[in-house]
């Protein structure tokens, strides 16, 4: 990746700028300067969110059965996150200069100053390894301090005598300690899923990459329930078992140069995947096959996902496999959705500390069992950011502009009249209100020339474009201009709610969509 | 209200007994005994309110000209709740035991030992009136202390730094932080919307009232940012100005009893509103009588709502009025809407703090100004609790039920096989199968006798069921019986999807629905 640096790091800072300029994201309290780690999102930026949300929903909780989703509160009680083990051991190693009071993460600073990655290496390593490498402060060359745990929650005081909470580090909490009694109130039966989204928060040390590493995120998360001898017997496997999935084993990890590795990928069918034990269960290697559909629905390249199996090292004490899912991004390999088998480590410790029987009978009645938990856990912010990554292009036109996936496009179709008099501006306006009422997401546009619109309107990723010109007057026909092949069509202004809906949903393709016209 | 607070507090407790048992809502954390004034949402509560809060963007922001969403952090930097006022001025009086250490708030325990309504006393005058009235603590009976203000606000550490930061107590202070970026990016001109749901956090001293006082709760605002010389001239006021809204003015509230009193509201169009100066100007009337429809909307009868105008001494000193839109519940009169005409307090208070310059052009250039702002702020807890109660039926049948307008219903229909024979599964799996692939929120229920299954379908405020019967098998029929009359019609299976659209969007009545059955 080195010889990318450069290059890579001004895609995300061309896609910073684009995003700031048009609203997609910038930093929050903007005005005062910004604080690391936080950022809105516009209006640009919001429906783009938004559509990636609805899209995990229909794929994760809707098109499910016996998946429900629930909404849960993201300030927790002290009780809950030292059951989950988090007060113990939710932590990044931090070190100190005793010089200039400067802190860093530990495991970074190391790695930026002799290209060691000790990424899982205990507190006492790293210090003797500070030591034994006579690594200095990076700031000022100052002796620093012994490495030392710092929690990554952030710490709440609840009500006038400040009883101890925390913000969540993940929505998963939420969700297994309500897990008895949703279960009881859907009637449920096993496996049965439950979902959740919404807002967490980690109090990294020092964030950097924007909205790649954030304190503030939105994860979108299942906790899948299943009978423990049933976690080779998905009930919808054979849906996806022809599904191919990208896996990179412990054992090309090994054989390669670790992580950062791109050969040793395996590709192979869900099916396979299991029965070649490449995956801990077949629970497990039903998600992988479903995120995958997920993330090139998103627009990315299938050849830019991959599954890599965690190394042991990696993975908690208490889990029995962890993959996760990385997209290739400009600044490396990243992690988009971790896929974790917790057999039924949080149940039972929710259990232990609450003192309440959390086992359900599979069946709704008769024995019971302590779920297993399977738990895909996505990460919006990280989506998002793959999405405008992987959607950006450049040097084809004179502008840079997003191919976003029609159905994820943040704005759907802008309207725009040919010229500012002559009754054009009345026209568009009433069609872009019909537009809207019939639910597209719509913008209307009459600020310079059409050429120029449409450059703009390129830079946010809007599919079609409808301009309004004399020949609509006449006779009712408007334009339609295609974003990723320029082509314009000619469509009758009563067709174009149908046309549009089959455009952006993918049943027609442009030339369908009317007359073909000379540009 | 007096006479009726025996029923109605069985009536909260009503809904809250439904809600733990049917998956609408229940404490946070609840194994480990919950946590006051936090409350997860259920899979039926979460549908409701994403349903609530699509209604809300449909009224407020995808219907409107010019408005639009964004979605910001909940953690902000000291800063800006410095400039808004907030550290120095959201505090409620806060008053402790000497002999047990119990933290009462203090208007609310004068209120309950000497029934005075002291909620807008400065906290020097709360000291003297439990000195004076010698009001002891409540659970031993000791002395009181001096009434302290307590801050609202949680607080944050961010970072190793511990910077001190807050979750946010209302969405609106990022949307004046983003006004001037998204005004520019979206190319904006007067009149300029911008809206935004998400979570808000008050550390109330001691919430009660179930899900109408939280510590962590939804808003969904709109900050209208206007040209301070166009108040009165908002663009599309026309629509609505026949639009019948129920005000309580300010004399109304001196000649009655105060905020409980129920005689004195009038009942006028937003035009007479603004022609007899009975809101602070013509932007205000709009938003009114749009809450007014949507409201109602929701299935909240219109005689249970009002505009209470707020007193001067509850309105901050920078509002050119407020006026809160009231709902009448079981527990008396409760605020849902704030609507505040904030001038230009907030954008001139960032401007000072931050050194940013905030005017804008009102027609996108030219000469600037800074916008006045109209504010209403909704919240999604309270609109869903005003939903159940509201929709609340006992008495006509075996079972209590929920009249819930089939447009936000969490679960749409519901399919059920009359047997767990013959085949009448399979079918009522295919039909239920489609329905989901179709988008409907639907249900599939074979445990138990029909009845009871509608029985429990009720509880949940299902509108239609579909029965799968051996008629069915024979000529592709099914019955659906509506949840308001318990009547049936017999509808064809390939019809179905279209006719519960027509009859969920209330297209058609329910006997267009199909050939009446008797039953």
Redesign the interface.
Known sequence: MASDSKKNKNLMEKISDVA????IF?P?????GG?????????????L?RKIIETWRNFFV??EDNV??????????Y??LKASGHVDHFTDP?V?CKKCSK?FRADHLIQEAIGRNVERASVEEMSKIIKDEKIKCPKCEGELSDVKP?PLM????????K?Q?F?RPETAQ?IF??F???FS???GTLPFGLAQTG?V?R????PRQGVIRL??FTQMEVEFFVDPRQLNNHPRFNEIKDISIRIFSREAQERGKGSDATEGVVDVTAQEAFDRKLVPNQCVAYYLARETLFYTTLGIPREKLRFRYMMPEETPHYSGGNLDLEVELSLGWKEVIGNAYRTDYDLKS?SK??G?D?SVSPL?EGERVIPHVIEPSFGVERATYCVLEHCYREGDRDWAWFQFPPKIAPIEVIVIPLMRKDKLPEKAKEIYGTL??E?FDTMYDE?GSVGKIYARADEIGIPYAVTIDYKTLEDGTVTIRDRDTVEQVRAKVGELPLTLRKLIEGEIKFKEAGTPQKR
């Open positions: 700031a300029r048009r609203g910038f929050t309290a903007e005005i005062y604080t690391a780690g936080f950022y809105d999102w516009g209006p640009i930026g919001s429906l969110r809707k098109s429900y989703e629930i909404d849960g509160s993201a300030i927790l009680p009780g809950v931090k100190e802190v710092f952030f710490s709440i005081g609840i009500g006038a005598e009883a909470g913000l939420n300690t309500a008895k009694r949703v109130t859907m009637r807002r928060y109090n990294e040390i020092s304190r503030e929710h500390a609450s309440q959390l709704g809207k009422e639910g600020k």
